[in-house]
């Protein structure tokens, strides 16, 4: 991969080969901030169907003078991506926030990898950009994924035995309120139901995202756009149909049943038929 360029509005971000890792490195594109904004480092990217990890910012990524208009930074990865040379010296450190994915302890407790001790030499002030949200029979990690547009993802369940679960459109983090756009790739999810609130703002389930749960039947709101790959991976382990319902314009990963043989789709379009004629 060779001077990628992807354009995130008020700037674009270019991303290259990372030999060293077998990765991606990522630095400032030709179009550069020219008012206060939000920079986002995401942890990944895909290009032409392929995922790629981000997990180096380039030599003088941003040293540009024009990233002293980022107020804000986002970091979407658990780890901190290496640093080359000047990588951050075009922020303003006493004017900027650094905002950090956090990751789980061995006690389930979030914390910031100690990997951005470094980065705290670019930034005044650094913040946990994820909340673990305790339920009686469940916990859900959020993590912010965009500071300007308010919006967040659901990155992990942790739950035992198999119980329903009831989503929520948004969630408060940082003592702000933050969309919820999409249950990612290995949240591992192990429920007997899913429940959707009426105004659901999730587009995406990510790969793996239920892996386990013991679902029969289950309704997708119309804002659902994607399905990943084993999305409900093992989820049969009874005779019991798994029936999901979706919009017409869902795209649906292959083998979102996967290991469950008995697993099928219907759109919700074609439901009244199926019901009718199963």
Same mark, same amino acid.
């Given at each position: 991969?060779?001077?990628?360029?992807?354009?995130? $509005?008020? =700037?674009?971000?270019?991303?290259?080969?990372?030999?060293?890792?077998?990765?991606?490195?990522?630095?400032?594109?030709?179009? +550069?901030?020219?008012?206060?904004?939000?920079?986002?480092?995401?942890?990944?990217?895909?290009?032409?169907?392929?995922?790629?990890?981000?997990?180096?910012?380039?030599?003088?990524?941003?040293?540009?003078?024009?990233?002293?208009?980022?107020?804000?930074?986002?970091?979407?990865?658990?780890?901190?991506?290496?640093?080359?040379?000047? %990588?951050?010296?075009?922020?303003?450190?006493?004017?900027?926030?650094?905002?950090?994915?956090?990751?789980?302890?061995?006690?389930?407790?979030?914390?910031?990898?100690?990997?951005?001790?470094?980065?705290?030499?670019?930034?005044?002030?650094?913040?946990?950009?994820s909340l673990k949200e305790d339920n009686s029979?469940?916990?859900?990690?959020?993590?912010?994924?965009?500071?300007?547009?308010?919006?967040? %993802?659901?990155? @992990?369940?942790?739950?035992?035995?198999?119980?329903?679960?009831?989503?929520?459109?948004?969630?408060?983090?940082? $003592?702000?309120?933050?969309?919820? +756009?999409?249950?990612?790739?290995?949240a591992e999810g192990k429920f007997s139901e899913?429940?959707?609130?009426?105004?659901?703002?999730?587009?995406?389930?990510?790969?793996?995202?239920?892996? $386990?749960? &013991?679902?029969?039947?289950?309704?997708?709101?119309?804002?659902? @756009?994607?399905?990943?790959?084993?999305?409900?991976n093992f989820s049969d382990e009874t005779d019991?149909? +798994?029936?999901?319902?979706?919009?017409?314009?869902?795209?649906?990963?292959?083998?979102?049943?996967?290991?469950?043989?008995? &697993?099928?789709?219907?759109?919700?379009? =074609?439901?009244?038929?199926?019901?009718?004629?199963?």
């Amino acid at each position: 991969i060779e001077n990628h360029s992807i354009d995130y $509005g008020n =700037y674009s971000l270019v991303f290259n080969h990372n030999e060293d890792y077998n990765a991606l490195n990522v630095k400032l594109g030709d179009e +550069k901030p020219d008012e206060e904004c939000s920079l986002t480092i995401p942890s990944k990217i895909v290009i032409d169907g392929t995922s790629f990890s981000v997990n180096a910012i380039a030599a003088n990524g941003f040293a540009d003078e024009s990233c002293s208009n980022f107020t804000k930074v986002l970091s979407n990865s658990e780890s901190a991506p290496t640093l080359g040379e000047d %990588a951050l010296s075009g922020i303003v450190k006493i004017n900027t926030t650094l905002y950090v994915r956090g990751k789980l302890d061995e006690s389930n407790n979030i914390i910031i990898d100690e990997s951005y001790d470094i980065w705290n030499n670019y930034f005044n002030n650094t913040k946990n950009a994820s909340l673990k949200e305790d339920n009686s029979d469940y916990s859900i990690v959020y993590s912010i994924t965009d500071l300007d547009k308010k919006e967040c %993802a659901i990155n @992990k369940f942790i739950c035992g035995e198999s119980n329903p679960l009831n989503l929520k459109d948004k969630v408060s983090i940082l $003592g702000e309120d933050y969309t919820i +756009k999409a249950i990612e790739d290995g949240a591992e999810g192990k429920f007997s139901e899913i429940n959707f609130p009426y105004n659901s703002s999730i587009s995406y389930i990510g790969d793996n995202a239920f892996s $386990g749960s &013991g679902l029969t039947e289950l309704f997708l709101p119309e804002s659902i @756009k994607e399905i990943g790959i084993h999305a409900f991976n093992f989820s049969d382990e009874t005779d019991k149909t +798994k029936l999901i319902i979706y919009g017409e314009n869902t795209t649906i990963s292959d083998n979102i049943f996967f290991n469950s043989p008995s &697993g099928i789709y219907v759109s919700s379009q =074609y439901y009244d038929k199926y019901i009718e004629n199963p």
